[in-house]
């Protein structure tokens, strides 16, 4: 038997339900603020990522799937969705359209991580990204609509953590005031750690090994560094955030896995997850646009992990179960087709309907629709043709009646609908 590849998993009914539910609410929030879907592809020319992601990461250094196509062409499976939708953008030349775009998408990503629970080597995200708006009031506004979105999927026990990671004009100091700490605590660092102090050294600030951490904690903060214009900014997200009643943590350590976040960065956090307890982040990229051959445009948006999300959503999964509304249990040929007949009728006209399309017995048949959950159930033979009339029988109440063959669809209607 071929079974599935390590790090990747079906969603099967039952589980679809519940995505399908999740996606809506997603949807109908994004479309209430103003988003628009945007389908982005799977695959990308490597260098997309390569100068998106940036070289020195985790992700293009060790988790991409990449691989040359026929023309030697090197291609790669998409790691994230931002730099796509940027490469859309400028493509399409969607903000001489309009200047603000609000988009959002929901896909699969794929990376080569170590599998374990709630993370996979192909994982689900929803994103939804701002274009064209500096205003701190829009990095607020995306905290607001995941607190909302995760209030409404019944997440429990979250928090928004947020944190600056200035600019280009003030993150350099910063920079070389954390290789100062850094060259005080090299001996505790891992050798990620050692390699990423040269080349970024803020991914030092995101690294999980307890070495690590113990080295960071006194270390120098963004926050205390930041230049007039992004402490001004940084304020402004903190007032609106007060003032929509969101509470939040400054985290001095938070920063993001990618090259590309300035200013305003956040997490949403969550007890219900241990160690990995973040379901969704993002920030603001004002530089990205341009870094991609794009003109100068402020950006800002965020990742909401898909499958964490289901992780930690305290829905109730069986209630997006849509049983049928109708099940035909046929016994005779004769009965067989006119039941055939009313299920694809009913089926057009939106009342779930499910039959037996083979030739057994009705206890087997009654048994199926229990198992289906069915509301209702005909029940109909040669005698029930003959005489014009079928049984229609609540399966809650058990209360049957007859039903004029003439009259089934219309019947059936008005008490399904």
């Given at each position: 038997?071929?079974?599935i ?5 079906d969603i099967l009914?039952?589980?679809t ?5 999740i996606e809506?609410?997603a949807?109908?929030?994004?479309e209430?603020?103003?988003?628009k879907?945007i389908r982005i ?10 100068r998106?992601i940036?070289e020195?990461?985790d992700?293009v250094?060790?988790?991409?799937y990449?691989f ?10 998409r790691p994230?969705a ?7 953008l400028i493509q ?10 609000k ?9 080569r ?5 709630g993370?996979?080597r ?8 701002i274009?064209?708006?500096g205003?701190a009031?829009?990095?607020a ?5 995941l607190m909302t979105l995760f209030?409404?999927?019944?997440v ?6 947020i944190n600056?990671?200035?600019c280009?004009?003030?993150r350099p100091?910063y920079?070389e ?6 060259d005080?605590f ?6 990620d750690?050692v390699?990423r102090?040269?080349r ?7 690294c999980k090994?307890p070495s690590c951490?113990?080295a960071m904690e006194n270390?120098?903060?963004m ?9 001004a ?8 955030l007060?003032?929509l009643?969101?509470?939040f943590i400054?985290d001095r ?5 990618l ?6 960065t956040?997490?949403i956090?969550?007890s219900?997850l241990?160690?990995q307890?973040a379901?969704?982040?993002g920030g ?7 870094a991609?051959?794009g003109p100068?445009i ?6 909401i992990?898909f499958?964490?999300l ?8 069986d209630?997006f ?15 067989r087709?006119k039941?055939f007949e009313?299920?694809?009728r009913?089926?057009e006209?939106?009342?779930r ?6 030739k057994?017995?009705l206890k087997?048949?009654m048994k ?7 509301g209702?159930?005909i029940?109909?033979?040669e005698d029930?043709l003959s005489s014009?009339?079928?049984v229609?029988?609540?399966?809650k109440?058990s ?5 004029p063959i003439?009259?089934v669809?219309?019947a059936?209607m008005?008490?399904c609908?």
């Amino acid at each position: 038997m071929i079974q599935i590849i390590r790090g990747f998993k079906d969603i099967l009914p039952g589980e679809t339900e519940l995505w399908q539910h999740i996606e809506i609410c997603a949807r109908s929030l994004f479309e209430n603020f103003g988003f628009k879907e945007i389908r982005i592809p799977i695959l990308e020319k490597t260098e997309l990522f390569a100068r998106s992601i940036g070289e020195d990461t985790d992700i293009v250094e060790k988790e991409m799937y990449t691989f040359e196509d026929r023309k030697g062409e090197k291609i790669t499976l998409r790691p994230e969705a931002t730099a796509s939708i940027v490469r859309s953008l400028i493509q399409h030349g969607l903000y001489t359209k309009n200047p603000v775009q609000k988009l959002y998408t929901i896909g699969p990503m794929f990376r080569r991580e170590r599998p374990q629970k709630g993370r996979y080597r192909q994982f689900y995200q929803i994103n939804a990204e701002i274009f064209g708006v500096g205003s701190a009031l829009a990095d607020a506004e995306l905290i607001f609509i995941l607190m909302t979105l995760f209030s409404r999927l019944s997440v429990k026990n979250t928090e928004a953590h947020i944190n600056s990671l200035g600019c280009r004009e003030c993150r350099p100091i910063y920079k070389e005031a954390l290789n100062t700490h850094l060259d005080d605590f090299s001996s505790m660092l891992c050798p990620d750690c050692v390699r990423r102090k040269s080349r970024n050294p803020l991914r030092v600030l995101d690294c999980k090994v307890p070495s690590c951490r113990l080295a960071m904690e006194n270390a120098p903060a963004m926050v205390d560094f930041l230049c007039d214009d992004c402490n001004a900014h940084f304020e402004e997200t903190k007032q609106a955030l007060e003032m929509l009643k969101i509470p939040f943590i400054l985290d001095r350590n938070l920063v993001r896995g990618l090259d590309y976040y300035t200013r305003t960065t956040f997490e949403i956090q969550t007890s219900v997850l241990g160690a990995q307890n973040a379901v969704a982040g993002g920030g603001r990229y004002d530089g990205l646009v341009q870094a991609l051959g794009g003109p100068q445009i402020s950006a800002t948006g965020f990742a909401i992990g898909f499958d964490r999300l289901i992780e930690v959503s305290d829905l109730d999964r069986d209630s997006f179960v849509k049983s049928p509304h109708l099940f035909i249990a046929a016994l005779g040929e004769k009965s067989r087709m006119k039941a055939f007949e009313w299920s694809c009728r009913l089926g057009e006209k939106g009342i779930r309907t499910e039959m037996e399309l083979g030739k057994k017995g009705l206890k087997s048949q009654m048994k199926q629709a229990d198992r289906l959950n069915a509301g209702f159930v005909i029940i109909m033979g040669e005698d029930e043709l003959s005489s014009g009339s079928v049984v229609l029988k609540d399966m809650k109440t058990s209360i049957q009646e007859q039903i004029p063959i003439t009259d089934v669809v219309d019947a059936v209607m008005r008490r399904c609908i």
